[in-house]
């Protein structure tokens, strides 16, 4: 078991399931399933800024487990439906005051239809999946290794510590925020060689 990301997509918005290097089909699931988890802090009456900052980690967790298991896409696709479900759980946020009269209609509607599109996506998934089985040639291997491939992997965790807290810190303190948000850019562009330091 590997965490991996695959080459970058050879188109940047895909208007089928597969994977678009920034979006797809898969990010209408994603914003649903942000949408579906905003509701539920209204429902629950949690505290708006540390729900959404839960729901994003919930978001990077599911992205990590998807990478160990083999169901690779690109690293900018990754963030693609991290950020798409960040957007479902805001626009529950924004529209609240509309939904709270029909929370409960809403929430179950919403849920039908991502277990609808959840459906369609993986039928396409696995039967491409099966089609790709029977082609052995190695030139079609999804992962890749080297310097780009760790450049992907440290892009990934730093977006996580750069938006996880983001929602805490800009509730609380926005210059914090703003600094918090410099220093982990600044890093990224150490770590990765984009910043030389003499």
């Not at 957007?87 to 919403?110: D, M």
Request: proline share 3%.
């Amino acid at each position: 078991m590997e965490f991996r990301f695959e080459r970058k997509a050879r188109y940047n918005v895909l208007f089928k399931f597969g994977h678009g290097r920034y979006l797809d089909t898969w990010s209408i699931l994603h914003v649903l399933s942000g949408f579906v988890l905003g509701l539920l802090i209204l429902l629950f009456g949690f505290d708006w800024w540390i729900g959404l900052s839960v729901i994003l980690i919930m978001l990077f967790l599911y992205e990590i487990f998807e990478a160990f298991n083999g169901i690779a896409e690109d690293v900018e696709n990754s963030l693609s439906d991290i950020a798409c479900g960040g957007f479902g759980t805001l626009l529950a946020y924004i529209f609240s005051s509309f939904f709270l009269p029909i929370l409960i209609p809403t929430i179950l509607i919403s849920l039908f239809l991502a277990f609808l599109i959840l459906f369609i996506g993986w039928r396409s998934y696995l039967s491409r999946r099966f089609a790709r089985s029977h082609n052995l040639d190695p030139k079609n291997r999804l992962s890749y290794r080297g310097p780009a491939a760790q450049r992907s992997i440290i892009l990934f965790f730093g977006s996580a510590l750069v938006f996880i807290p983001m929602p805490i810190f800009a509730a609380t303190d926005f210059k914090l925020a703003i600094t918090w948000f410099a220093f982990v850019c600044l890093v990224y562009l150490f770590v990765t060689g984009y910043l030389h330091v003499k």
